[in-house]
């Protein structure tokens, strides 16, 4: 229904409060595996997983910035605006600090 995706994309999984090590990688290959199945099912042709600790916004432009991203493509969870003001969402962060364009999808 997209069409063909061409290039490369990069599917990152980030977390910084987790209990460790393990929880970490284990909840990482699971988003990762789901993400990329459906990424191909969509039409990529080339899906790289990655995942990286540390603060999930720093950890994404970071990330795009490494592989050279022509954009940032991801997804908004909608926690509220009370909790967004409060605490700052990672849309927001990475909206505020990309030098790409980015787009936020519900």
Request: negative net charge.
């Amino acid at each position: 229904p997209y069409g063909r995706l061409h290039g490369e994309l990069h599917r990152f999984a980030a977390a910084e409060h987790l209990d460790g090590p393990n929880e970490v990688e284990s909840m990482a290959r699971r988003i990762l595996e789901t993400a990329e199945m459906r990424i191909k099912n969509a039409g990529a042709t080339e899906v790289v997983p990655e995942w990286r600790a540390g603060d999930p916004a720093e950890t994404i432009l970071s990330a795009a910035s490494a592989h050279g991203a022509d954009a940032i493509v991801m997804g908004s969870r909608g926690t509220g605006s009370l909790r967004g003001l409060l605490v700052g969402s990672v849309s927001r962060k990475i909206l505020d600090h990309a030098e790409i364009p980015v787009t936020i999808t519900r």
